[in-house]
């Protein structure tokens, strides 16, 4: 990711990689649920666990995918309207100086 200049920039960059990492997390959530069913992963014996471990990631994966959505959502709601003269707080860009 580039270092954003200005917050809008900053917000936008943010916003973008979110959606990007929620694309790539369905993609694999999709392949995960897909995998669950895939006659590779039937259970050859009562202790095989492949089904059970496939059902897991794909799970953790979707669970995943509406964190990310759930983040993406507060991200939006942060208000980035300029107050000159405030205090630091949600929204505020703030720059260090050393």
Known sequence: ??????????????CAYLKAKIAT??????????????KENRPE????????EASYIARGQAARVLELERELGLLRSIDLRERPGSKVGVGSLVEVRS
């Open 1 to 14: 990711m580039r270092v954003a200049t200005t917050k809008e920039a900053l917000y936008d960059a943010l």
């Open 25 to 38: 997390m369905r993609r694999l959530a999709l392949d995960a649920a897909e995998a669950v069913g895939h």
């Open 45 to 52: 014996s009562n202790k095989d666990m492949r089904l059970t």
